[in-house]
């Protein structure tokens, strides 16, 4: 074939391509009440993950490295000076990165006055009962959770000389380390599950439409039409319900985000917290949008298949 010819035929496969890309989508148009009821479902069906995912998403989001979240409070032992106390902190700090303050017993004992308003009482002692406290905040390794990390920090320091106690509330933070890998985990479950009922919403409704236009088709097999020329719009029709259910659910995602923005805003504020609400990145609608645009094409080649190879049973049936 001459490179003519191979231009020529290149050419008029797109055209063809292009014809049946938006005769489709204008099929969809002329069936408007049809065409808007399975959109809908398919919206509603991908909007559910879609919603699971953004929470999930701005959980995994917050600061879980906050300072007064992973701080362990070190007391100790009486009469353990200065010296000794600024010396483990460089230890802490050489050997695990963590960050340290330390709060002398002064200072302990001034914070002890405001916080409890026994101001008065407090003189009553001859001397100050309150032990030299270290606080540590522990450094994440790659690849490590801050759980566990605190965890090996309290084990080390635990075992120094002059140390009392360890107090460390990291125990939260393994909970909610779980609850967020169980949400994850049903983020990836719901996805699957609703990425088959939009499969076979479309694969139902694409078989719906081959069965409207049965007569059509076997007009275009007598006239020699291969498969893949009846399949292609039914195809693309396919592939615009995923598509148009994607960007419906998108659509339903934003409204219910700006919904929600204010008593969200107004609950985060009243914790001291300025954390902002985040929605899917550029990228991710993107991905959302073809996923859509892929599950409904899927539907529609499993729909047209199976017409397809019914046909060939039918042909056999009647050849003997």
């Not at 635990?158 to 985990?185: C, I, P």
């Not at 008593?263 to 996923?291: C, H, K, M, Q, W």
Request: charged share 15%.
């Amino acid at each position: 074939m001459t490179a003519g010819g191979l231009r020529s035929r290149l050419r008029a496969w797109g055209r063809r391509q292009l014809y049946s890309f938006f005769s489709s989508l204008g099929s969809l148009v002329s069936h408007k009440l049809g065409a808007l009821l399975t959109v809908l479902v398919l919206g509603v069906a991908m909007v559910l993950p879609l919603g699971l995912f953004v929470t999930v998403k701005n959980l995994d989001a917050l600061d879980l490295q906050n300072r007064n979240w992973g701080t362990l409070s070190v007391f100790m032992q009486p009469g353990v000076g200065a010296e000794r106390v600024r010396s483990l902190a460089q230890r802490i700090g050489e050997q695990f990165g963590a960050a340290t303050t330390e709060l002398s017993p002064e200072r302990g004992m001034e914070e002890f006055r405001r916080a409890s308003g026994f101001g008065e009482a407090m003189t009553l002692f001859d001397e100050n009962p309150l032990p030299w406290v270290l606080e540590v905040t522990p450094q994440q390794p790659a690849g490590e959770s801050i759980d566990t990390a605190a965890a090996d920090l309290t084990e080390w320091i635990s075992a120094q000389d002059g140390v009392d106690f360890v107090q460390a509330d990291f125990k939260w933070l393994q909970r909610l380390a779980r609850l967020m890998a169980l949400g994850n985990a049903i983020v990836t479950v719901l996805g699957v599950l609703f990425s088959l009922a939009v499969v076979v919403v479309v694969a139902n409704t694409i078989r719906l439409d081959v069965a409207g236009r049965v007569e059509e088709i076997q007009v275009l097999q007598l006239v020699g039409a291969s498969h893949g020329f009846i399949r292609q719009p039914f195809l693309y029709s396919g592939f615009w319900y995923g598509l148009l259910g994607a960007s419906l659910a998108l659509i339903l995602l934003s409204a219910c985000m700006l919904y929600l923005a204010r008593p969200l805003s107004e609950l985060l504020d009243a914790y001291g917290n300025t954390f902002e609400v985040s929605g899917l990145s550029g990228r991710e609608v993107l991905v959302f949008l073809i996923s859509g645009g892929a599950l409904g094409l899927l539907g529609a080649l499993l729909a047209v298949q199976r017409y397809f190879r019914q046909f060939r049973l039918d042909s056999a049936n009647a050849g003997k």
